[in-house]
């Protein structure tokens, strides 16, 4: 069993793995993947120089506020280019699987994002690119895909001049040109042939991260979907606390060793951006406190895209204005006389010794509760001097985060349309 520490995140990540020490190369088993934090010790992302507490935070707050923008416009259905959520994945994904793709295979780091929808692999030769890459001449299983492939007119590009499907993106301030291609993507002992991948030849700009993604939406060309003849569209992971410091996290991939007893909540469709995984967040639940919040700041509306989204790119929780509110101003009453400070983005901060008043979470979604202990909601300095109730408010979506999903099972059972929940240690 791996594990993961979260510490300063970083972009969607996905590399040719040129070394990894022997300790951290241990093999998956079966259909469960272990699972890195991009900047734990077992990956080639980890940052270079320590960061302060208070700049990782800060660190971490940008990310999160770039990924929400990027969402944000998702939900809307105001970027439905080329390759869906590929256009502009300027978001702080922390956790990476290991695969392998081509023949013979090259082995890549590829981080995991519940709300991309492909695959995007910098190649070789790429001008532009930070990274090192995928080499497609070197595996005997590529080929390119052409402008009259399904997958082409899958991707919605309107940019095909010759006869290979080209895709042109923007990505922040960047500019990203890529062909759609074809190789065998393998993760664990599982192999999918053909696997459709944005193959990335040009960036200009000095947006776009150095590494690529997985993209595990339920858009056409996302690994559930390529892969729904192996694994019938369901997975599931485990994303351990980041204060662990082993390397316990799993990605489970089938509906084979998937929980027994576990409630779920159905999941729900915007026709704007089908691919997201919305939930029906009925109610948050402080202490024993169900919190008075606006009935229209949980709603789903799938005409502005309004509603509550599982994600696992965003590492705090974002609720609408009038629910984070809400929920912050009974947090404080709980919390009693202490005084209230902040740190960049977050508004309820304490420097006096938290413990016993702080109270539960719980998020109540139609079918299940998930109650949170205090780890998944409090983010505390390592001298713990400085504690912050580690959400914020969102302008149009409500996020539930992966820092609130740690340490339980998510269970995206697609076949199905539901969302399992239930809480697991894995740190």
């Not at 309107?158 to 993106?169: K, V």
């Not at 947006?207 to 993604?213: A, C, D, I, R, Y």
């Not at 969102?394 to 609130?404: D, F, G, K, T, W």
Request: charge should be positive; proline fraction near 6%; aromatic fraction near 8%.
């Amino acid at each position: 069993m791996e594990g993961l520490h979260l510490t300063i995140l970083f972009l969607l990540s996905l590399t040719v793995v040129h070394s990894i020490s022997p300790k951290c190369d241990l093999p998956s088993q079966g259909s469960t993947l272990r699972v890195y934090h991009v900047s734990s010790p077992c990956s080639p992302f980890r940052p270079k120089t320590s960061l302060s507490w208070e700049e990782s935070v800060l660190q971490m707050q940008a990310d999160d506020k770039t990924r929400l923008v990027y969402l944000t416009s998702l939900v809307a259905g105001r970027s439905f280019v080329p390759i869906g959520s590929g256009r502009q994945i300027i978001q702080s994904p922390t956790y990476i699987v290991k695969a392998s793709i081509g023949t013979p295979a090259q082995s890549l780091l590829m981080a995991l994002d519940t709300s991309a929808d492909m695959a995007l692999v910098p190649c070789a030769g790429c001008v532009g690119c930070l990274s090192s890459t995928y080499d497609s001449t070197k595996s005997a299983s590529f080929s390119s895909l052409t402008c009259g492939a399904n997958q082409c007119k899958q991707v919605q590009t309107s940019n095909c001049p010759g006869t290979t499907c080209s895709l042109n993106m923007t990505y922040g301030g960047s500019t990203l040109a890529a062909t759609l291609a074809l190789d065998n993507l393998t993760l664990a002992t599982d192999s999918v042939p053909g696997y459709s991948f944005g193959c990335i030849k040009q960036v200009t700009g000095g947006s776009f991260p150095p590494q690529g993604v997985l993209g595990l939406s339920r858009g056409p060309l996302s690994f559930i979907s390529q892969s729904k003849s192996l694994y019938t569209s369901t997975f599931s992971y485990c994303l351990p606390s980041f204060k662990s410091s082993n390397f316990s996290g799993t990605l489970r991939l089938g509906q084979f060793g998937q929980p027994k007893v576990i409630n779920y909540t159905p999941l729900l469709t915007n026709p704007k951006r089908p691919s997201l995984y919305y939930v029906n967040l009925l109610a948050v639940k402080v202490g024993s406190t169900v919190v008075n919040i606006p009935a229209s700041a949980l709603a789903f509306n799938p005409n502005t895209g309004g509603g509550t989204i599982v994600d696992s790119g965003t590492v705090f929780t974002r609720l609408v204005d009038g629910a984070y509110t809400a929920v912050r101003d009974e947090f404080r009453r709980r919390m009693g006389t202490a005084g209230v400070t902040s740190l960049g983005g977050f508004d309820t901060c304490y420097t006096v010794p938290v413990g016993k008043q702080v109270p539960t979470i719980t998020f109540m979604f139609a079918g299940l509760n998930m109650t949170l202990p205090p780890d998944n909601f409090l983010i505390r300095s390592s001298s713990g001097a400085t504690t912050c109730l580690a959400m914020s408010a969102s302008p149009a979506v409500n996020v539930i985060a992966n820092m609130q999903q740690q340490n339980h099972r998510l269970v995206f059972d697609v076949a199905k349309n539901r969302l399992g929940v239930s809480r697991e240690i894995c740190s």
